[in-house]
């Protein structure tokens, strides 16, 4: 079964630093986001990208963070000056078009990337 | 935004049913997930309903009233690898945009 691929699986930084994370949407799907989760929290919408722009975003996806589809298969979020609550496990996900009658469809997510920032 | 609501935890043995519930607020209410997450990995899609009524995939069923604001998810045949948390997801007028209750831990014990 196609699956969302994450690299890396951990990534430690220091405070201040900018990371990159790296998602492998499936192939065949034409919407893309990231959440996250902070340990013993909720999973958190950051934000949703479809046709190489934003859609949507949330308070936490503040002009530190950005998205991007460089190529036709990858997606990145980058943050670009890490802080100390920016430590999550952030999942990237897709899905493909809309379900005409929910105007919805499932999200398929990444094994996502644990970011410790320090 | 919605507020998911759903119990923190629940216990059951293995064999057993258990039923999860799940409310939310109904305005910008645009369907409702279920998703499943071991410790440490990606939730897992499992169920999603946008009308009223009972959806069933296999020892899983998904059940939606949309004017009560109240889902449930229904596991049977419990099985020790059941034992994770269960998110109860509702889709929003944004696309994509889910808001994710707490979850609710299963606990399977033999």
């Known amino acids: 079964e196609p699956e969302v691929t994450q690299t890396p699986s951990h990534q430690v930084t220091q405070m201040g630093q900018e990371v990159i994370l790296r998602c492998v949407p499936i192939s065949n799907h034409l919407y893309f986001y990231w959440y996250r989760q902070i340990l013993g929290q909720k999973v958190e919408f950051l934000v949703s990208?479809?046709?190489?722009?934003?859609?949507?975003k949330s308070e936490i996806f503040d002009d530190q963070f950005s998205v991007e589809r460089p190529d036709g298969s990858n997606f990145t979020l980058k943050i670009r000056s890490t802080k100390l609550e920016d430590s999550a496990m952030y999942f990237c996900a897709s899905s493909e078009e809309r379900d005409r009658v929910a105007n919805n469809s499932p999200l398929h997510f990444g094994n996502g990337t644990r970011l410790t920032v320090t | 935004g919605q507020n998911i609501d759903q119990p923190t935890e629940m216990t059951a043995t293995e064999g057993a049913i258990v039923q999860i519930n799940c409310t939310y607020q109904?305005?910008?209410?645009?369907?409702l997930f279920w998703y499943q997450q071991h410790a440490g990995e990606a939730p897992t899609f499992l169920s999603y309903?946008?009308?009223?009524g009972l959806e069933e995939k296999g020892r899983f069923s998904s059940f939606l009233s949309r004017s009560k604001g109240y889902s449930y998810l229904l596991l049977k045949e419990l099985q020790m690898k059941d034992s994770a948390s269960y998110l109860c997801a509702g889709g929003t007028d944004s696309w994509g945009k889910l808001q994710f209750g707490a979850g609710t831990q299963v606990v399977v014990t033999p």
């Open positions: 309903n946008v009308l009223d």
């Open positions: 990208f479809y046709n190489n722009e934003i859609s949507e």
């Open positions: 109904t305005s910008g209410f645009n369907g």
